[in-house]
């Protein structure tokens, strides 16, 4: 876990309550591998959906694969863009471009399944 | 196992040598170098263990790093599950010749927003690589990236695009995948495979199991095509392609003597020939077994190792029963010249029996190898497998320069110039041993049906099991037949009887004529003293007529003289 922004140590989302408490800092990790365009549109899908619904309560950390490549392993990232949803716990992935809004935030656990 | 290059189809593919035994020679050298070769197979067939020792042979022995992606396994469990077979990957990773890749697939875990690739997965496969500069890569089981995302359309895309890749970087990659409906690989894996594809099957027939490896398809090199057997075991995988063997080996001149001096002179005087195979078949009860321990005796008293494949007796009940004629197999024992194997054939496959002999005749380097009986193989329908079977394994001790004594039961009521297992045209000498039944009992035979290259005998000789070993005693051949035991010992004593006989006659005849001599000359003697006394008598008369005759001439002369007359006295005063 060498990333940027280092493991914040003993967080108040400790609770077991997931979802939109709208309290909770929001730590999301998008895995890119170079400036494609499916990683910049997923970027720009990213910063719209949280602008939207977490509005100065979330941090985008972008990670490069090409970078720093043995992350792919350590972070078991496959598909490229993949969504990290880091805080709140339960981590949850998210492929794709997130160009389906709809399934990025049910993947983000901001709307439930239907 | 060394002949590889020679048969290479295409000398402009390389190859990249798996070090597994046999599957090199059936691949003509190993799998297609800087391409992707698919395994496929049914579950628990072996495919990921053929693919790690792919891995773990290229690092150990060709000096060829690997990266493993596992899909299925994590490297804790596929380390654990290899260390039985002698393969440390903690080990080889800390020396930097393997990286195992766990690939955490979880469909659950992850939701499909739109577009994607799997550049990540190209990222990691490339950084191990480079890592350790990986020249093999294993993929096991490639497929599970199937469940691991739902569109397959991106997938095949992108798995066209990986080989693609691969191809690119010059790795050797191998490829699992389970074995379809219909198909070599559910998700039509070999589709994007096209240099070469290995099957692997594990089949079940009369309750033995038998794994096989098949090469489909190898594009650009000449292969063998037909389905070899295979073997997991504590020392890994391996194929034996016995069949392909060519008939290429030398032949031997050395001789090896029987153990039983009798037999040697049977065989030209000097016994079998090095390497030879030899078959001793016969009916049950006839000593083969006792044959194949005088050889084993006599081979290790000379101080080279035999190695004894008991496929009927334990050694012990062997060791025992040979006691009891005189062979004492247990010294050798000791000494390890002698090793025992004994095995059930019904415990494993045939071609677990076949490889357990390699193994053991590649461990233990012996000069003869017994085999006690050969057709205890043939069990139920396997005729075609047994005799396969023993052929691959004649053809490897023969390669090998390995002298071989098969012995074979001929069950009663066949030929027996006929063996079960088929294999009289392979064998060098063959021993037929068989029962010869006269007068009320059964008494062994033994003669030399044929004895490739050499002058051997071509009597029937009697073969007594003494408390001394063997003995070959000559059979009496005559007008009743060939006879044997107490017949032939009742036609000896006629003989001697006869000649004792014969001689008495001549005595006589010789003693008949002396007295004739001593009457002949005893009546020439008497006819003689006859005649001299004849001859005596009648000369006394003469004497005394002429004595008469004087007086008379005389008396006449006084008579004149005192008649003084002169005259003649005349004859009529005589008479």
């Keep these: 876990m060498k990333t940027k922004t280092s493991e914040p140590k003993a967080h108040p989302t400790d609770h077991k309550k997931s979802g939109n408490k709208s309290a909770d800092k929001w730590i999301l990790r998008l895995y890119i591998a170079g400036q494609t365009s499916k990683c910049q549109t997923a970027f720009i899908n990213l910063t719209k959906i949280c602008e939207e619904q977490l509005k100065g309560r979330y941090k985008i950390e972008i990670i490069d694969l090409l970078i720093d490549p043995k992350l792919s392993r350590e972070h078991q990232i496959l598909a490229i863009p993949t969504l990290v949803r880091k805080l709140p716990v339960p981590v949850r992935k998210i492929i794709g471009d997130l160009s389906n809004t709809e399934r990025v935030l049910i993947g983000l656990d901001l709307k439930s399944r239907d | ?575």
């Design chain 2, 1 to 575: 196992m060394k002949k590889v290059s020679s048969r290479n189809g295409n000398p402009h593919l390389s190859k990249s040598p798996t070090g597994i035994q046999g599957l090199d020679e059936i691949t003509s050298g190993g799998f297609p170098k800087g391409r992707t070769t698919l395994i496929c197979g049914s579950a628990g067939c072996g495919k990921t263990l053929l693919a790690i020792e792919f891995l773990v042979r290229g690092a150990r022995e060709f000096n060829e790093p690997g990266v493993f992606v596992a899909f299925e396994e994590t490297n804790k469990e596929l380390t654990e599950n290899v260390i039985s077979l002698g393969f440390d990957l903690e080990e080889l990773a800390r020396q930097k010749k393997i990286v195992v890749d766990h690939v955490h697939l979880e469909r659950s875990e992850i939701e499909e927003t739109g577009e994607y690739d799997l550049e990540g997965l190209f990222i990691r496969i490339g950084h191990a690589i480079s890592t350790i500069g990986a020249k093999r890569v294993v993929l096991d089981t490639i497929e599970s990236l199937f469940s691991g995302f739902s569109n397959p359309l991106i997938l095949r895309a992108e798995l066209r695009r990986l080989f693609r890749w691969l191809k690119e970087k010059g790795v050797t990659t191998v490829i699992t995948g389970e074995r379809g409906d219909g198909t070599l690989t559910r998700q039509g894996l070999e589709e994007y495979v096209s240099d070469c594809v290995i099957i692997l099957d594990h089949r079940v027939t009369e309750q033995t199991s038998t794994r096989r490896i098949r090469v489909v398809k190898y594009r650009g090199s000449t292969h063998g095509t037909n389905e070899y057997p295979f073997l997991i075991d504590e020392t890994g995988f391996s194929v034996i392609p016995i069949t392909s063997v060519g008939l290429t080996y030398e032949a031997a001149t050395g001789r090896i003597p029987s153990g039983v001096d009798d037999l040697d002179q049977m065989l030209g005087g000097k016994g079998y020939f090095v390497g030879s195979s030899i078959l001793v078949s016969g009916t049950a009860g006839t000593g083969k077994s006792s044959l194949a321990a005088h050889f084993s005796e006599s081979v290790c008293r000379r101080g080279e190792k035999v190695l004894y494949f008991s496929l009927e007796e334990s050694p012990s009940q062997v060791i025992r029963n040979m006691g009891s004629i005189g062979i004492s197999l247990a010294p050798a024992m000791k000494t390890g010249l002698l090793m025992f194997h004994a095995m059930r054939p019904t415990f494993c496959g045939l071609e677990m029996h076949l490889t357990t002999m390699h193994r053991m005749v590649e461990a233990f380097n012996p000069s003869v190898v017994i085999v006690d009986p050969i057709n205890s193989f043939l069990t139920g329908n396997n005729e075609l497998e047994a005799k396969s079977m023993s052929m691959r394994l004649i053809d490897y001790l023969k390669a090998r320069k390995i002298t071989a004594l098969f012995t074979s039961l001929t069950t009663g009521g066949s030929q027996l110039e006929r063996t079960d297992i088929f294999i009289s045209s392979l064998i060098d000498t063959w021993i037929l041993l068989r029962d010869i039944e006269l007068g009320g009992e059964r008494n062994r035979g033994i003669y030399i049906l044929k004895s490739r290259g050499m002058a051997h005998s071509n009597q029937i000789r009697e073969f007594l099991l003494t408390d001394h070993g063997i003995k070959l005693r000559d059979v009496y051949v005559g007008m009743e037949g060939v006879l044997t035991g107490s017949a032939r010992q009742a036609q000896e004593a006629r003989e001697r009887e006869d000649s004792i006989k014969r001689s008495l006659e001549i005595d006589g005849r010789k003693n008949a004529i002396l007295r004739k001599r001593q009457v002949m000359e005893a009546r020439i003697a008497a006819i003689k003293a006859e005649f001299e006394a004849e001859e005596a008598e009648s000369l006394k008369i003469l004497a005394t007529d002429q004595d008469k005759i004087d007086n008379i001439d005389k008396e006449q002369a006084e008579m004149a003289k005192s008649r003084k007359a002169g005259f003649e006295p005349s004859l009529e005063n005589k008479s």
